[in-house]
């Protein structure tokens, strides 16, 4: 199997950072996705890496190491709202299939 | 932006019965589309691979002969639900793969009583 690994769920305070790791199987490795997912919704696009380092988006950041097969997500400046399901997901060369890991359920408390 | 229309959102249906769910790319041509399920508080599941003019690809331990998956064009996938039990109660959701990224289906509800 692929083995995306994720935290179950993490508790944040509103207005700080959360970081939140994602690690994956290196072999046919093609890109790494973080989507944010609230019950009963599609995912929404948050980032994509597929080179290393850091790809800033406001308030959220994605990092990547291929190498280590190593991926998080930041979230700065916490606001209620980001209270939300977290997925890291992997495009494998097999055709392309994106692979979720089991999620992380996010939540900002005041 | 690229759309995926996926209907019905929200389906109930009697224990035995088939249920199909339509995935449609409105803007686009979706050669690929992919099918997954994820039940409450757990993450997206692959359940198959959908090319257009060919057979679909199912991943280890999904049933080829209860979940049906046909991609008759470039626009169109659907997944047929047979002889329907309350354990498939879950939600399904489809993805198209594009140049960009992937689009998703807004997901259907099935609950089979």
């Known amino acids: 199997g692929q083995n995306i690994d994720q935290p179950t769920e993490m508790t944040a305070t509103e207005g700080a950072i959360v970081q939140i790791n994602c690690t994956y199987q290196?072999?046919?490795?093609?890109?790494l996705f973080w989507y944010q997912q609230h019950a009963g919704e599609a995912p929404t696009f948050l980032s994509y890496?597929?080179?290393?380092g850091l790809e800033e988006k406001g308030r959220f950041s994605s990092f990547l190491s291929r190498s280590k097969g190593y991926s998080y997500l930041l979230l700065k400046e916490l606001q209620m709202k980001d209270s939300a399901s977290y997925l890291c997901?992997?495009?494998?060369?097999?055709?392309?299939?994106?692979?979720f890991g089991q999620g992380t359920e996010l939540s900002v408390k005041p | 932006g690229a759309v995926v229309s996926q209907h019905p959102s929200r389906v109930i249906c009697k224990s035995g019965t088939s249920v199909k769910i339509e995935c449609r790319s409105l803007?686009?041509?979706?050669?690929?589309m992919f099918w997954y399920r994820q039940f409450p508080k757990k993450s997206l599941m692959l359940m198959a691979t959908?090319?257009?003019?060919?057979?679909?690809?199912?991943e280890q331990g999904v049933e080829k002969d209860k979940f049906l998956i046909n991609h008759a064009s470039l626009t169109l996938s659907t997944l047929t639900v047979t002889s329907a039990h309350p354990e498939d109660s879950s939600f399904y959701i489809c993805?198209?793969?594009?140049?960009?990224?992937?689009?998703f289906g807004s997901g259907t509800r099935l609950t089979v009583v």
């Open positions: 290196t072999s046919g490795f093609n890109g």
């Open positions: 997901a992997v495009i494998y060369n097999q055709g392309g299939k994106l692979i």
């Open positions: 803007d686009f041509q979706a050669t690929t």
């Open positions: 890496n597929v080179l290393d």
């Open positions: 959908s090319n257009e003019g060919s057979k679909a690809t199912y």
């Open positions: 993805s198209a793969r594009r140049q960009a990224g992937y689009t």
